[in-house]
Nanobody, 125 residues
């Protein structure tokens, strides 16, 4: 049974940094894509960042470009989200997502079949 285990959320002041981690457990084969989405109160879930191991493609939402970095380990099925220069508007529950099957779009939630339970990130001004 596949399980995505997230860690690293918390509270930080504006301008600070946090690093989220996610490990996809339960399968011996490497994922095809892994990513991060977030959902703020009263808002829809939105794409943050994703990586496709084959070819090393990385996608980042415009709102986080220059501040967030996604990286990971294909063999360990682990992905990280380094978040720097955090802003209050980054406050949300962050969800890790993974998929073993091919998908052309990294920024669509429909491309991912497996999700973590979410980790809270709170940025105060």
């Amino acid at each position: 049974q596949v399980q995505l285990v997230e860690s690293g959320g918390g509270s930080v002041q504006a301008g600070g940094s946090l690093r989220l981690s996610c490990a996809a457990l339960g399968r011996t084969t490497s994922t095809y894509i892994m990513g991060w989405f977030r959902q703020a109160p009263g808002k829809e879930r939105e794409f943050v960042a994703a990586i496709r191991w084959n070819g090393g493609r990385i996608d980042l939402a415009d709102t986080v470009k220059g501040r967030f970095t996604i990286s990971g380990d294909k063999v360990k099925n682990t992905v990280y989200l380094q978040m720097d220069s955090l802003k209050p508007e980054d406050t949300a529950v962050y969800y890790c997502a993974a998929e073993w099957e091919w998908s052309s779009r990294l920024d669509s939630a429909q491309s991912y079949g497996y999700w973590g339970q979410g980790t809270q990130v709170t940025v105060s001004s």
